[in-house]
């Protein structure tokens, strides 16, 4: 993965810019969440003794009752935008102008959540219009595995984007 513009970085592999997580068994302990998102299931964890449902899922102890009993559960796949911020300009190393990113209400057991959203030309969304839950491909990361040596990867991550009318 080289990045375009910084020669230097030219077939490197610029591990601190990496805007997404690594997403392999061996160092990333929601390691089913990503695994979800690759069948298109938008999940997170519910602990099975108090019923807390916390999003980002988490790992290994529930944040209410520190119980190490948790269950991945579906999510809804659409919202209502609260609210949205749009950045023309100036967008961040690593990102896509128009960098588009809102407020998503849901009906459900997460009320709501600050999401990016794609697909989606500057200007065209308003508060309290319906998105929908969508699945990207992010680039590949290396990942050393000793004697097997380097594999690359393949990730995914989620969004939102409009519904179509």
Known sequence: MSVV???ILDNLYPVTMDLWPVEAK?????????ENLKQGRFTTTKCKDCGHVAFPPRGVICPACYSQNLEYIDLP???KVVVLSEEVKGVPLGY???????VVQFDGPVKRMISKIVNCPVGTLKRGDEVEFVVFDVPPCPIEKGRAGTIMAERVFYAFQPVKK
């Open 5 to 7: 513009g910084i020669p």
């Open 26 to 34: 061996e160092f990333n302990m929601v390691f089913p969440f990503y």
């Open 77 to 79: 796949k659409t919202g």
């Open 96 to 102: 896509e102008s128009p960098l588009i990113h809102a």
